[in-house]
């Protein structure tokens, strides 16, 4: 089982614990099933939770305060937002993100932890996200953004303890993934509490009223 796989279970059992109206489903369940009957012949590791929403399902708004809600003690830890809208044939997603992500951005912590790089220019390009939820969060935690000194100014260290991480498919070259990063982050790093939208096809920041 992978370190993934273990959060997905204590997300999962947390959920579950809350009465929250959602049967899961899918690979984890299955695998869950298949070990509680020691089967361990065929295994499929998998990154995601599939479940059903019991009854008519909610706005989205909703559904992620439920969710958010139904974390219980994770809540210290991690938040959910919105990733993809209901449509037609189409399932709502939603991504459970690490609170601390940005803060590690801004600290020497990045050299460690460069998977964050690319864990927040994934959502950047698929989640809305703005700029007053994420300085809340900031808040209601007690943590504190530090300078971004060494994603500013020590951009080749960086770039080394970039490349030397593996076991991401699809790991977008690391002059792409700092372009894009530092214009992200930019209300972050300017401490701007304007709240703002980011708009990841136009690849900036818009101001809300």
Not at 44 to 51: A, F, K
Not at 92 to 110: F, M, P
Not at 183 to 203: A, R, S, T
Request: glycine content about 4%.
């Amino acid at each position: 089982m992978t370190e993934l796989e273990k959060l997905m279970y204590r997300i999962l059992g947390t959920i579950s614990s809350a009465d929250t109206p959602i049967v899961f489903k899918g690979a984890l369940i299955k695998n869950l099933v298949l070990a509680e009957h020691d089967y361990n012949e065929i295994y499929r590791e998998t990154t995601d939770i599939d479940c059903n929403w019991i009854g008519k399902p909610p706005s989205m708004n909703i559904l992620v305060d439920t969710l958010n809600q139904s974390l219980g003690n994770l809540q210290n830890k991690y938040y959910a937002v919105a990733k993809r809208e209901y449509g037609e044939k189409k399932s709502a997603g939603v991504n459970i993100i690490e609170k601390n992500t940005i803060s590690v951005l801004s600290s020497n912590y990045i050299f460690r932890r460069t998977k964050d790089m690319i864990d927040v220019y994934s959502l950047a390009n698929c989640v809305e996200i703005q700029t007053k939820e994420i300085f809340d969060i900031y808040v209601k935690t007690k943590r504190e953004l530090q300078a971004f000194d060494a994603f500013l100014n020590r951009v080749p260290e960086l770039e080394h303890a970039y490349n030397k991480l593996t076991g991401v498919e699809g790991k977008p070259d690391f002059k792409i993934i700092y372009s894009y990063l530092n214009i992200f982050l930019n209300p972050f790093i300017q401490k701007d509490y304007n709240n703002k939208i980011w708009e990841n096809k136009k690849e900036l920041w818009r101001n809300l009223l």
